[in-house]
């Protein structure tokens, strides 16, 4: 069965980093996709935090650029999202996904991220 299973989430003080990992499983890989990270916080809409292309382009949100770099592993069935200078708005369930296809984003287990001092 595919699956992509977030985790790394934690609970952090402002200005904290932490690094999110999603892996790909029954035979699913990013090759030949765009991926992408998401979040939802409480009450919130699903938003984009970062992308990536099969080419390997990177987008962030504006929320997030600067603070944040997206990558993959070489096997192409690990994603990371690295974060730093968390920021209490930054509290979201984080999820991974494929960005273009038309589905639910913000959907399955995601990993917690919660910031506070």
């Known amino acids: 069965e595919m699956q992509l299973v977030e985790s790394g989430g934690d609970s952090v003080q402002p200005g904290g980093s932490l690094t999110l990992s999603c892996t790909a499983s029954?035979?699913?890989?990013?090759?030949?996709?765009?991926m992408g990270w998401y979040r939802q916080a409480s009450g919130k809409e699903c938003e984009l935090v970062s992308s990536?292309?099969?080419?390997?382009?990177?987008l962030y949100s504006d929320s997030m650029k600067g603070r944040a770099t997206i990558s993959q592993d070489n096997a192409k069935t690990t994603m990371f999202l690295q974060m730093n200078n968390l920021q209490v708005e930054d509290t979201a369930v984080y999820y991974c996904a494929v960005a273009s296809i038309p589905l639910p984003k913000c959907w399955g287990q995601g990993t917690p991220v919660t910031v506070s001092s």
């Open positions: 029954g035979g699913f890989t990013f090759v030949g996709r765009d």
């Open positions: 990536i292309t099969r080419d390997g382009i990177t």
